[in-house]
């Protein structure tokens, strides 16, 4: 599904459910305390990270949780995973051509009660009541928090740092399927280039809403 809106440059694995998976010992430290909803999203992201890996030609490593939980992914590899209820993702691509990737899913549905205040700039909620007017098919304020939380997985690997919801703004595209990213604080510098904001694409199907944003390098 998610290979959909995502680049030829990355290679994604996807699971809807949890078959068995195999656990290196480091990862099985890192999961030992967890209840078993946790191990099996656990466990399932990095089976579909290990056959990204295979399709990438890289061989099985760990995945070991870094700062904040991100995923310390094996020497010239970049990548990023997700897991909601009844879906898990891993997209990978090699450091050469790749720069950072965030990807997000989420359950087709609206946010709890209270959530869009905290997660949405005002202009932000502006633009979902026109959206929700004009294409009611979808639960644009999940898909917003998505987009978000793909936003900040490719600006961690970056920057090391946190990004708060109201230090970006994003704007959902309905007809082309993308969004743009607009950081409100400044950005990174990469391949000698201040990173001013992400694209990225979106997906509704089979009651999920999926994001990605893939940043190219800017080597050959």
Known sequence: MIDAILPPAVVAAE????????LFPEEEAAISRAVDKRRKEFATARLCARRAMAALGVP???????????PQWPAGVVGSMTHCDGYRAAVLG???HVTSVGIDAEPDGPLPPGVLGEIAL??????L?????????????????????????TWFPLTGRWLGFEEAVVALDPAAGSFEARLLVPGPVVDGTKVTGFAGRWLAERGLVVTAIVLPSAGP
Do not use: C, I, N, T
């Not at 009541?129 to 997985?153: C, I, N, Q, T």
């Open 122 to 127: 005002p202009e932000e909620q502006e633009h």
């Open 60 to 70: 099985a490593a760990p995945v070991l949780p870094g700062p904040r939980g991100a």
């Open 94 to 96: 090699r450091a050469e």
């Open 129 to 153: 009541r026109a959206l929700a007017a004009s294409r009611p098919g979808v639960h644009w304020d999940r898909m917003l928090f998505s987009a978000k939380e793909s936003v900040y997985k």
């Open 15 to 22: 699971s809807f459910d949890d078959p068995p998976a195999e």
